[in-house]
């Protein structure tokens, strides 16, 4: 089982920024893909930004000009960079693997690893 852990919510004022970053238990090369997504009080969970083994990124289009998805694969990490936020942005975020189940014949099918979720608040 993939373990993740997530670091750098906190509180911060309209127009601040934030980094969160995701510590995988296996080397991410091994993962199909990294990513993030956020849940506020009676929403639904969104993406908010992802990027696959290749480098290939996919984002929610409200954050596309604000928020930078990152992956250092030494360290085994994944970063959202998040600028300029807005109190829309206000959620908790959980980071998110997509873990191939059999990783010896292929990719897929695959399965999914959260994290449990670090609070973001951004206040008018």
């Known amino acids: 089982q993939v373990q993740l852990v997530e670091s750098g919510g906190g509180l911060v004022q309209a127009g601040g920024s934030l980094r969160l970053s995701c510590a995988a238990s296996?080397?991410?090369?091994?993962?199909?893909?990294m990513g993030w997504y956020r849940q506020a009080p009676g929403k639904q969970r969104e993406l908010v930004a992802s990027?696959?083994?290749?480098?290939?990124?996919n984002y929610k289009d409200s954050v596309k000009d604000r928020f930078v998805i990152s992956r250092d694969n030494a360290k085994k990490t994944v970063t959202l960079e998040m600028n300029n936020l807005k109190p829309e942005d206000t959620a908790v975020y959980y980071c998110?693997?997509?873990?191939?189940?059999?990783?010896?014949?292929?990719?897929?099918?695959?399965?999914?690893?959260w994290g449990q979720g670090t609070q973001v608040t951004v206040s008018a």
């Open positions: 990027i696959a083994w290749d480098g290939n990124t």
């Open positions: 998110n693997a997509r873990v191939p189940i059999n990783p010896s014949l292929s990719r897929l099918p695959e399965n999914d690893s």
């Open positions: 296996i080397s991410i090369f091994r993962l199909n893909a």
